[in-house]
């Protein structure tokens, strides 16, 4: 089967620019994380959906993060705008149920950002 | 509230030796236990998880873990360490008694290098 697919695999930005991650999960994954990942660090969670519903984002810097899943699918992740503190790995990982079960997840490759 | 430690950043083994990557936790209820290895440029990939039953449990390419409920512990082991498990190896904690603040909380990582 296909894996968690995200794009772009880096990105360059300016401060105080904006910038959009996409995630497209497993099929038939219902629920999906989005985590920033900072250099030497665990993966810190960001905001987690299950199906188009958001189930925890109380670590998401609302300021100046957002994220959808509309259609229960896909999803994306915005930062606007961007500081130098958000230069990270932001990576996407789907699992399959409810997350009460145990499930595993699956991650993407991941997207770079550099902020200068 | 939950915590997981990775007391060593750094762990050396020949090739050919056994090889022990140390995790501990903290949650209030039962625990779900997750090892996952993350390889240069790629996002993490799941090797083993602890939800009940047997302490031991049998995981990915050859490695296995075991649950101490009395000294809270998920220690990652394999008999004989190979020159291609070098990669960054992290552990992670969720509390059975899923809510809101029941989110997955990965270690900071330990970096596992296996010398020929």
């Known amino acids: 089967e296909a894996g968690v697919a995200q794009s772009p695999r880096y990105k360059i930005i300016e401060k105080r620019q904006s910038v959009a991650f996409w995630c497209n999960p497993i099929?038939?994954?219902?629920?999906l994380y989005w985590y920033q990942q900072i250099l030497g660090q665990g993966p810190k969670l960001l905001i987690q959906?299950?199906?188009?519903?958001?189930?925890?984002d109380s670590q998401l810097p609302k300021d100046r993060f957002s994220a959808e899943r509309l259609k229960g699918v896909d999803s994306t992740l915005k930062i606007q705008p961007a500081k130098l503190e958000d230069s990270a790995v932001y990576l996407c990982a789907s699992s399959l149920r409810n997350p009460s079960r145990g499930d595993e997840q699956y991650f993407g490759p991941g997207t770079r950002l550099t902020v200068t | 509230a939950q915590s997981v430690a990775q007391p060593e950043d750094q762990v050396n083994v020949a090739e050919g030796n056994p090889l022990t990557v140390k995790c501990t936790y903290s949650v209030s209820g039962n625990p779900y236990l997750f090892w996952y290895v993350q390889y240069p440029n790629r996002g993490l990939q799941f090797l083993l998880k602890y939800i009940t039953g047997d302490n031991l449990v049998k995981g990915s390419y050859g490695f296995e873990a075991e649950f101490n409920k009395s000294q809270t512990s998920f220690h990652l082991k394999k008999p004989s360490a190979l020159v291609s498990d070098s990669a960054l190896y992290f552990c992670?904690?969720?509390?059975?008694?899923?809510?809101?603040?029941?989110?997955?909380?990965f270690g900071s990582g330990t970096r596992l290098s296996i010398r020929p």
């Open positions: 099929s038939g994954h219902a629920t």
């Open positions: 992670a904690v969720r509390d059975e008694e899923y809510s809101s603040a029941s989110k997955i909380i």
């Open positions: 959906f299950q199906n188009n519903g958001v189930v925890d």
